[in-house]
């Protein structure tokens, strides 16, 4: 309903947002669940302003587990979803495909990675490359700057920004550090509706041929076990210390001569920033 | 003279048989003045003072090895460098091509596991070369002469093609991936592989992977007998596949060790012509972040107040002229100063900041532990003899709340990054 409002006050600046969702898998329980990607998509999709927001998910939606997590989709405050039904272990992404066209959308939001099956993060590369538009990966924040021009705000490591530009239509994946998504409520997800649409399913012939086992813990790295050729060597790499052995330190000089050395160590690190 | 130990077998014999007639003349060379004597009533009588020598630190050492250790206990062995062989690829017939992330133009840590990898399957296979592909300026000179002691030689690389005009830096995916097409029109590599790291390897395998039309295995963690074994999402499942299978690996960190029994010759070939492309995504730069929004885990800068901190707001008022996130020892927080959330230690938060300045803290195990992964860290403190100055890289013995304003006056006189203004850019 608030969208439908959005939409008409001003169809001038209006475009469509395609928001893709698939089932996610808990990652301690692995119990199915809302992905916490691709809802985090779907918040940034629902806090953009003059847009009408579609959902899909490709699927196979006959399985009453996986209704339910769609209905938790349904809970943020949707009135449907497009479901195009798919058979199990299928490729999802010709039906995506073929349903983006039909769509029109200007931006198509994904998740990064999906947490079930091999969650290689390859689908939203894949509609990228079958549309021809340019995809943009790790975003947290997607804004209309007028004109189709977008700003989006990408996520780099140790919690540093990037602002990029970009004409829609493109492709983005939402990274983990986006906003949480909204809670979902269990009364408006039953009310929404699955709509589902028949688009035919490819099967997925390479998942079909690999093995899936639950994850091993992967093994620990030995420090240089291997050069270690007499065990004296050996010993001394299990138990060497990592800390270092003590630096400089300053007792006598003044407050200003210690904070210059400080100082130049900032700087010298790269943490603080030199002007002149 | 060689300084080989030498074994007399004929005297460790004679040591080890005790009724022997010249075994307390031989004991004597091993261990110094005779250790056992006869004594009047014909009983052996030991001498415990006689036993062993006096060591080079002047503690009394006894050899029970027979005198082997003692000749080493002298002289420190001088050790020879061993020269890592060269091995050169002269006439490559086929290439495994590695796209290394080299932040800051120096190797990473999870690039040499990847080379080490993409040298073990380039080994494998008949006149292979492994050819790093590096995007951006390269921080040691590179040269089309062999160059075996270059960082990249000695992480087994034997050809290199670079790519470091203005167009490839910054976030350039378009512009990066067609150079890659570029090399994979011209050079044909058998298997492209990458460090599967967020924004860059991860990036860049996915888009050549889309382009080419080809399945890339992600996440791959152990490649084993023709084996691939990557973890599925959620890290809830191992996937198995052959490695035939596919042609473009991201390779997690660790899959394999690095390269470090030879020397490879790291020699630069002509890249190949790219095609400007139209760039859709363009970079507007990096966006400042307020410090204290990035989680404590993540930062890059902490300052980290303790219990020697008596003025609070000169405190915040620091951390912001330095535009580091604030931290906290946890008898701060349990005082009160200092949010729960900003702990730092093992009951609190594991940073893993670069640089971490340690203001009035004395440096407990339980906080300690929470700093082992930083690279620097600062100490301001009053106790010369605390712990933390032991751990740390520079420290500073002073009043704090002194060393603070001399500090925020020294950034503030020039001019240097102000919280709000000043962030470097991570590309
Ligand atoms: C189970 C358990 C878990 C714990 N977990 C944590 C944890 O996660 N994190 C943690 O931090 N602690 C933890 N602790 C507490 C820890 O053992 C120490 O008590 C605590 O870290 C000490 O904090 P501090 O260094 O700030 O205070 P103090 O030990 O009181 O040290 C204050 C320091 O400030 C210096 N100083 C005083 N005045 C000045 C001045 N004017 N200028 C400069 N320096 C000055 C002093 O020389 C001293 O070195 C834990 C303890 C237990 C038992």
């Known amino acids: ?276 | 003279m060689s300084d080989l130990i030498r074994k007399d077998p004929r005297k460790d014999w004679i040591l080890r048989n005790r009724l022997h007639p010249l075994h307390e003349q031989v004991a004597a060379e091993m261990n110094g003045p005779a250790a056992e004597v006869r004594g009047p009533s014909g009983l052996i009588r030991r001498n415990p003072h006689a036993v062993g020598f006096i060591g080079p630190n002047g503690i009394k050492r006894i050899d029970r090895l027979g005198g082997s250790a003692a000749a080493a206990a002298g002289a420190k062995r001088e050790q020879k460098e061993e020269q890592l062989p060269i091995i050169a690829i002269d006439a490559p017939q086929a290439y495994v091509a590695v796209v290394v992330d080299m932040p800051n133009g120096e190797l990473s840590a999870h690039d040499k596991d990847v080379l080490g990898q993409a040298r073990a399957l380039a080994d494998a296979a008949e006149d292979t070369a492994v050819l790093a592909v590096v995007f951006g300026p390269v921080k040691a000179a590179l040269g089309t002469e062999a160059n075996p002691d270059h960082p990249l030689g000695l992480a087994g690389v034997d050809r290199v093609v670079v790519f470091d005009s203005e167009a490839y830096q910054g976030f350039a995916p378009e512009q990066q991936l067609e150079a890659m097409l570029a090399v994979e029109r011209t050079l044909e590599p058998a298997q492209w592989l990458f460090p599967d790291t967020h924004l860059s390897g991860n990036d860049r395998a996915l888009r050549l992977a889309a382009r080419l039309g080809e399945r890339p295995i992600m996440h791959a963690w152990q490649i084993k007998n023709g084996k691939v074994t990557s973890r599925g999402g959620s890290e809830l499942t191992d996937i198995t596949r052959e490695l035939a299978s596919a042609r473009i690996l991201a390779l997690a960190s660790e899959c394999a060790m690095p390269v470090d029994e030879a020397r490879y010759e790291a020699r630069v070939i002509a890249s190949p012509a790219v095609p400007d492309v139209l760039t859709r995504i363009k970079d507007a730069g990096a966006v400042a972040v307020d410090p204290n929004q990035i989680s404590l885990g993540e930062a890059e800068f902490i300052l980290s107040a303790g219990n020697g901190i008596h003025d609070w707001d000169q405190f915040h008022e620091a951390a912001r002229v330095l535009g580091a996130t604030e931290g906290a020892s946890r008898v701060a927080v349990d005082d009160g100063f200092m949010p729960r959330f900003r702990q730092v230690g093992a009951t609190g938060t594991w940073v893993t900041a670069r640089v971490y300045i340690a203001v009035g803290i004395s440096g407990a195990v339980q906080h300690l532990q929470g700093i082992g992964s930083c690279e620097k860290v600062i100490a301001i403190n009053t106790d010369a003899g605390c712990d933390m100055v032991k751990r740390a890289d520079l420290s500073v013995i002073g009043d704090s709340q002194e060393i603070l304003a001399a500090l925020m006056a020294k950034v503030q006189a020039d001019g240097a990054a102000d919280g709000d203004e000043g962030k470097h850019d991570v590309a």
């Open chain 1, 1 to 276: 309903m608030m969208l439908h409002s959005k939409l008409s006050s001003n169809p001038a600046k209006n475009y469509t947002v395609a928001t893709l969702v698939s089932v996610g898998k808990h990652p301690k329980s692995g119990r199915p669940r809302r992905s916490d990607q691709d809802s985090k998509a779907l918040e940034l999709a629902l806090n953009m302003d003059n847009r009408s927001v579609h959902v899909i998910h490709a699927g196979d939606s006959s399985d009453p587990l996986r209704q339910s997590v769609l209905r938790e989709y349904l809970g943020m405050g949707l009135e449907r979803i497009d479901v195009t039904r798919q058979n199990a272990n299928s490729d999802a992404v010709p039906a995506l495909v073929e349903r983006l066209k039909m769509l029109q959308a200007d931006v198509v939001l994904t998740g990064s990675r999906a947490e079930s099956g091999e969650g290689s993060g390859m689908v939203p590369y894949l509609i990228a490359q079958a549309l021809g538009w340019p995809m943009v990966p790790a975003a947290v924040e997607v804004t209309a700057a007028g004109d189709g021009e977008f700003e989006i705000l990408q996520a780099l490591p140790r919690g540093q920004r990037r602002l990029l530009k970009v004409r829609a239509p493109f492709v983005a994946s939402v990274d983990s550090a986006a906003a949480e998504s909204r809670q979902t409520a269990w009364a408006s997800g039953q009310r929404g509706q699955l709509q589902e649409m028949a688009i035919g399913s490819n099967p997925d012939e390479v998942m079909s041929q690999v093995t899936v086992e639950p994850a091993r813990k992967r093994p620990k790295r030995i420090a240089s076990a291997k050069k270690a050729k007499t065990a004296a060597d050996r010993f001394k790499a299990a138990t060497a210390k990592s800390a270092s052995k003590g630096g400089a330190i300053l007792v006598k000089e003044s407050a200003e001569e210690k904070a210059q050395v400080i100082y130049d160590l900032l700087v010298s690190q790269g943490v603080i920033n030199k002007k002149k």
